[in-house]
T-cell receptor, first 110, second 113 residues
Framework: GQQVMQIPQYQHVQEGEDFTTYCNSS?????IQWYKQRPGGHPVFLIQ?????EVKKQKRLTFQFGEAKKNSSLHITATQTTDVGTYFC??????????FGSGTKLNVKP | EAQVTQNPRYLITVTGKKLTVTCSQN?????MSWYRQDPGLGLRQIYYSMNVEVTDKGDVPEGYKVSRKEKRNFPLILESPSPNQTSLYFC????????????FGSGTRLTVV
């Protein structure tokens, strides 16, 4: 079964609105990563979180790792058309191997 | 420039005709992996390699083969392609097991008719 669940599958927002995608695992993750894939492109590594409760920011993007290390979120403030793409999380349960979520496809209307 | 190079970018083939998708990285990464991407299913791992001559099955290995004779190259082989292998394929590499992030190739869009 799928190790890492990601929701929502799709999100349509108006430019300037906020966006959040969530990643959940039934097992503790030692590491979680986030990737962005532009339409027609390949996944590009954004960030890695390893500590319980960790929060990292990249400009308008905020990444959080849950206290129990079973969930994570990516929040984009004031979306822009350049944010369009699919956002994937990849979790590492028990130092085994990374499992990718199914992705959240973000569409931003100008 | 640090990169993972995949070839070809697009391929249309017929059922049963053996094909190879090449993957090469110039970052001296030990870990390399193949994924297929299908709508709604995300990225599923086909095979991975921890180092030269060390390969192992991922989550969806049936119908695929790989080899790792050199550190930089990790070709994906479809001995007898079938239509259910029509997909978008990505090769990825990392320093060790993915920690620190994967670098992905540009992808290979394969259609098997």
């Amino acid at each position: 079964g799928q190790q890492v669940m990601q929701i929502p599958q799709y999100q349509h927002v108006q430019e300037g609105e906020d966006f959040t995608t969530y990643c959940n695992s039934s097992t503790t993750l030692s590491n979680i990563q986030w990737y962005k894939q532009r339409p027609g492109g390949h996944p590009v590594f954004l960030i890695q979180l390893v500590k319980s409760g960790e929060v990292k920011k990249q400009k308008r993007l905020t990444f959080q790792f849950g206290e129990a290390k079973k969930n994570s979120s990516l929040h984009i403030t004031a979306t822009q058309t350049t944010d369009v793409g699919t956002y994937f999380c990849a979790g590492l349960p028990n130092f085994n191997k990374f499992y990718f979520g199914s992705g959240t496809k973000l569409n931003v209307k100008p | 420039e640090a990169q993972v190079t995949q070839n070809p970018r697009y391929l249309i083939t017929v059922t049963g005709k053996k094909l190879t998708v090449t993957c090469s990285q110039n970052m001296n990464h030990e870990y390399m992996s193949w994924y297929r991407q299908d709508p709604g299913l995300g990225l599923r791992q086909i095979y991975y390699s921890m180092n030269v001559e060390v390969t192992d099955k991922g989550d969806v290995p049936e119908g695929y083969k790989v080899s790792r004779k050199e550190k930089r190259n990790f070709p994906l082989i479809l001995e007898s392609p079938s239509p259910n292998q029509t997909s978008l394929y990505f090769c990825a590499s990392s320093l060790s097991g993915g920690a620190g992030g994967y670098t992905f190739g540009s992808g290979t869009r394969l259609t098997v008719v």
